[in-house]
């Protein structure tokens, strides 16, 4: 009976432990990354196809449709976490600061007829920033190197101006595969193998 009790005890535990554990991202990773990539490279090839001026707008669809699932998402993981940590607050703090300031910056540039110039270039960065930001603090590699990626390849965006800078909605979605899809799906891979659990 004791060795029963003993057992159960155990198995409760670690039920908690399961719910107690920090949400890793993964999820937010892939939607954001999978809206990102494709509503942008939408957009490339409609602008390439058309160049009707509407067609600078399509990435709004993405915070459409992302900001709701995001909102889902996170509810989801703050109801099975019972303890948030400060590491994980940070993290997003900065997502929600990122999220706001790209939609933001998006609409205002848009407006102010600098798209082109500024928009894409600062979201790849904010973008690359991020990614980086949450593997150091997940101790995640393929976050840190996807985040460093996404933020040169930001960083270089701000060189595609003139003629160019239709090729910065191409490199906007080059860097949601790389810092977000990619260390996405090998997060949720390697949580799901038991290899990461923060």
Not at 80 to 102: M, S
Not at 119 to 134: E, W
Request: aromatic content about 14%; charged content about 15%; some cysteine.
């Amino acid at each position: 009976m004791e060795q029963f009790d003993a057992l159960e005890v155990i198995a409760r535990t670690r039920g908690k432990v399961e719910m107690d554990k920090v949400p890793t991202g993964e999820n937010i990773f892939l939607l954001w990354g999978i809206l990102t990539a494709s509503f942008f490279l939408i957009q490339f090839a409609l602008w390439m196809a058309l160049r009707q001026p509407w067609c600078m707008w399509i990435w709004t669809g993405a915070v459409v449709i992302g900001w709701p699932w995001m909102i889902i998402i996170l509810r989801r993981d703050h109801n099975r976490t019972h303890n948030r940590t400060h590491e994980a607050k940070i993290i997003l703090d900065y997502w929600i600061f990122a999220g706001a300031a790209c939609a933001i910056g998006g609409f205002a540039f848009g407006l102010a007829d600098m798209f082109e110039l500024f928009a894409i270039p600062f979201i790849s960065l904010l973008v690359g920033i991020g990614a980086f930001v949450t593997g150091e603090v997940n101790r995640f590699r393929p976050k840190v190197i996807g985040g460093l990626a996404g933020a040169a390849i930001g960083i270089g965006s701000f060189l595609l101006q003139g003629d160019l800078w239709v090729w910065q909605m191409l490199a906007l979605a080059v860097v949601a595969v790389v810092s977000l899809v990619i260390p996405g799906f090998l997060c949720k891979k390697s949580v799901k193998n038991g290899i990461q659990g923060s």
